[in-house]
């Protein structure tokens, strides 16, 4: 499908969209009332071959729900003051604000089992503030410091809301009177619940009234969820989903229009073409007429003006919610600015759209009432010729089976031709996994080439993973039984064994996900074709084909794992310098070189709004501080928000040990107090020491033998490959005290026992204290007064003998010297010879007498 935009300044609001098959061809032009442009709306959360696609070709339909959070509080009339609604079950809740519920309800038609959800978009609408801000503001009203963006939304069966942010759209200012829309891919979110109770709470807007007379708005706040699903009891139909943000003013000008061109679709070939319309628009007044919606007739120059069940032709923007008649909560008639509508065109004789038409256009505009659109779904019954490729797994490995990395799996793909008419240029394409490698393919039904090609130019799948294994099938014939086997491929692929792939991707790198397409053209129709692959069929739904992707999960064995580089970190792989890097970058081959070919690098997570601007296309920096540098690799055909991790990191030490302030007397040893930090006792760090302020580190640790006060640093660091990094220094001080300094020591001495005699010691000390030897315990003991009798009596500096007895001769007597910083040194040992000086000698007799 293809859809043009181009919006002319002079015809007032015009917008054109053209949506190719392939891809979205967008052009527009500057226009204040159309404040965003009307573009297909794609899901990255779509199943299998729906991802991304702008046109849903499908068996199936679209549902559209919805409902107001906010109602008048005096009549049906937007101008009258607008109050919160709440639900029954957020009475008591006062993080809810307002909130509103509607149900997701199958046609009869279609059952639950056999319905899968293609898309699910969640739009709300509202108006706050004359800007463009996020966040409401009106001191002591209850919109106050609402935001825009911000909705909770909850499923089916859930207990408690989700928050969400909107991803798009547009956040309204003074240009469009404080309108707004946000927008939410909810596809998971709807897929996993399904058909019920939906609510949404908490959209911004104000209560009471605006006080505005000309033009008369008002306030208001709402949601719509638009669900396109997949049921193959359902006919064949082409859908698009339209989102953008076009405000209208009312105005009496035949120009004040917007039209939207949609081109590319194919209808039904014969009988009927059903049509089924849905939008969602803000603002619409039921009060108020002249707004309308209308469709070209036929290609032709002239448009039919659109109503449903609840609106007229010149009100079709008139507050009202028409949605088959699901339940609501609540249920209002008048739904004080919010239109939300799904319908069936009255296409009667084909009136409308014809037979085989590809293009039509919309019209909408008005000439009194003011309001935004901002989706508009289309649904046309289409003509799709049938083609399936069963792929079917050949290797005893079940669909949603554990695979073993570098294991081998084998496929085929078969071709049935079940549709009405002959093909033309056949095209079979099977993007290989990205954590899969192509080993081999032949042909062993049919004809054809099969060629194997990367988007990076990579020639050799066996390095290589991901790339296409095309097969060129040429033209295929419609066969008497629609279960005859055209053509069939059977081909090989690998499982990888990439370290890097399996630990740093996450569940995704563990998920190969297998599908492919056929493309060609209906020999007669014309009618290109391009179908998913097929994996079985719904036996409970009457043989309906699966068009699933094959999954598969690799479970590597902790032997693998065990034996993988010691470089991925919490799930990152680490690519590290050590202590710095020059110009703080990793080069870039560094890095590309550990990743297939054709792989990019971002600094944003893929998936995420903006993500593309932040490729890395240079080498990869690197924080010189030491914290990670989180940067995610997308290999070839990853699917959109899958990524593999990677971190840029300089490993410094940061680090630092304790130190504590020393002293120590001269001669003692140096008592250091240095101990390694917790993180540098556990990685082995070692301490070196810095004179104060020198970058160059001692040979020893400090050890200073002079008196006085030292200054030093100490750090802990690390060595890898001659290169020793260090960590922040800690100062500390060290503080060497001098010993006394004797200037009369002590010699030998002889003293005579009836006689009195002073041994003195001279130096510069603070205190002295006397010992002797005690030879019965063989330690020095202190001298006191009493120690011997009062026969040695200390006196600081001086010790006194009086009348020693023979007793203590040879006594071993030192003095003990203690500085005022504690510091302590001993004298010489000097030896006591006591004498009996007064007795007669007798030449013939010794000279002394020793006692017994």
Request: with cysteine; glycine share 10%.
């Amino acid at each position: 499908m293809k859809i043009n935009s181009k919006i002319n300044l002079t015809a007032g609001l015009r917008l054109i969209v053209i949506l190719g098959l392939l891809g979205l061809n967008f052009k527009a032009f500057s226009q204040a009332l159309v404040k965003k442009a009307f573009t297909p709306r794609t899901s990255t959360l779509a199943p299998g071959s729906y991802q991304g696609k702008s046109i849903y070709n499908l068996q199936g339909d679209f549902n559209m729900i919805g409902n107001a959070n906010a109602k008048s509080a005096t009549g049906p009339d937007n101008a009258s003051n607008m109050v919160f609604n709440k639900l029954p079950g957020d009475l008591l809740n006062t993080s809810i604000k307002n909130s509103s519920s509607a149900d997701f309800v199958l046609p009869s038609n279609a059952s639950l089992a056999c319905t899968k959800i293609v898309f699910a978009g969640l739009y709300w609408t509202g108006r706050g503030d004359d800007n463009s801000g996020d966040v409401l503001s009106k001191a002591g009203n209850a919109g106050n410091g609402m935001n825009k963006k911000t909705v909770k939304f909850k499923v089916p069966g859930a207990t408690n809301y989700v928050d969400l942010t909107a991803t798009d759209i547009f956040y309204g200012g003074s240009d469009v009177s404080g309108m707004y829309a946000g927008f939410y891919d909810v596809t998971d979110l709807v897929s996993a619940a399904k058909t019920g109770t939906y609510a949404v709470a908490n959209i911004a807007t104000f209560e009471g009234s605006d006080g505005l007379s000309s033009p008369r708005i008002g306030y208001y706040s709402g949601w719509g969820l638009v669900i396109v699903y997949e049921n193959a009891a359902l006919p064949w139909r082409n859908i698009t989903v339209f989102d953008g943000f076009g405000y209208v003013k009312g105005s009496s000008s035949s120009s004040n229009y917007g039209t939207l061109d949609v081109s590319g679709f194919q209808a039904v070939q014969n009988g009927n073409v059903n049509i089924k319309m849905g939008m969602m628009a803000g603002e619409g007044d039921k009060s108020l007429t002249g707004d309308y919606f209308s469709i070209q007739q036929r290609l032709s120059g002239n448009f039919t003006a659109l109503s449903h069940g609840s609106n007229s032709t010149n009100n079709f923007f008139n507050s009202s919610i028409f949605t088959g008649g699901n339940p609501r909560v609540p249920n209002n008639v008048d739904n004080d600015g919010i239109d939300i509508a799904m319908f069936n065109l009255n296409n009667t004789g084909n009136v409308l759209i014809n037979n085989n038409q590809t293009a039509t256009s919309f019209r909408y505009g008005s000439s009194g009432d003011y309001y935004n659109i901002f989706n508009i779904t289309f649904a046309v019954d289409a003509y799709i010729p049938e083609v399936q490729v069963f792929n079917a797994n050949v290797s005893s490995v079940p669909n949603g089976g554990i695979v073993d990395p570098n294991q081998n799996i084998e496929f085929t793909s078969t071709i049935y031709n079940k549709g009405t008419e002959p093909i033309s240029n056949g095209v079979v394409e099977i993007p290989i996994p990205f954590n899969a490698h192509y080993v081999s393919a032949s042909v062993t039904v049919g004809s054809g080439s099969v060629t194997w090609s990367h988007p990076s130019g990579a020639t050799d799948p066996n390095v290589t993973p991901g790339g296409v294994l095309k097969w060129t099938v040429g033209n295929l014939i419609k066969p008497t039984d629609p279960n005859t086997i055209l053509a069939q491929l059977k081909y090989s692929i690998r499982v990888t064994n990439d370290c890097t792939i399996l630990k740093t991707g996450g569940a995704c790198g563990l998920s190969i996900n297998l599908d492919g397409t056929f493309t060609g053209t209906g020999t007669n129709s014309g009618i290109p074709i391009n179908n998913g692959f097929v994996i079985g069929y719904n036996s409970d739904c009457g043989n309906t084909p699966i068009r699933d992707p094959f999954t598969l999960t690799i479970v590597p064995s902790q032997a693998f794992l065990n034996a993988c580089p010691n470089d991925v970190i919490n799930g990152s792989k680490q690519f590290k310098a050590f202590c710095s890097v020059v110009n703080n970058v990793i080069p870039r081959a560094t890095i590309t070189s550990s990743y297939p070919a054709g792989t990019k690098f971002y600094t944003q997570q893929p998936g995420t709004a903006g993500y593309l601007a932040t490729e890395v296309t240079g080498n990869f920096a690197v924080n010189p501080s030491g914290i990670a540098t989180k940067y995610y690799a997308v290999l070839s055909g990853m699917p959109i928000g899958c990524y593999l991790s990677l971190e840029t990191v300089v490993e410094i030490v940061s680090t630092q040990p304790t130190a504590a302030n020393i002293q120590y007397c001269i001669g003692s040893p140096v008592p250091l107090n240095v101990q390694l930090s917790s993180v540098g006792s556990t990685k082995g760090y070692q301490l070196y020491y810095f004179d104060n302020n020198s970058t160059t580190p001692l040979t020893n640790p400090p050890a200073p033998t002079a008196a006085g006060t030292y200054t030093y640093q100490v750090a802990e660091g690390a060595t890898q490959n001659n290169v020793t990094c260090y960590g922040p220094k800690v100062s500390f001080t060290v503080e060497v005290y001098a010993m006394p300094v004797i200037t009369q020591n002590l010699t030998d001495f002889s003293v005579c026992a009836d006689n009195i005699q002073t041994l003195v010691i001279q130096s510069n000390a603070s205190q002295v204290s006397w010992e002797y030897f005690n030879t019965t315990t063989s330690a020095w003991t202190a001298v006191t007064d009493a120690t011997f009798q009062n026969q040695l009596v200390p006196s600081g500096s001086t010790l006194t003998i009086d009348n020693p007895s023979i007793d203590i001769d040879q006594l071993k007597i030192r003095a003990k010297l203690t500085s005022a910083n504690s510091c302590v040194m001993y004298s010489a040992e000097s030896i006591m010879d006591v004498r009996l000086c007064n007795i007669i000698t007798n030449p013939m007799l010794p000279a002394k007498i020793i006692k017994n």
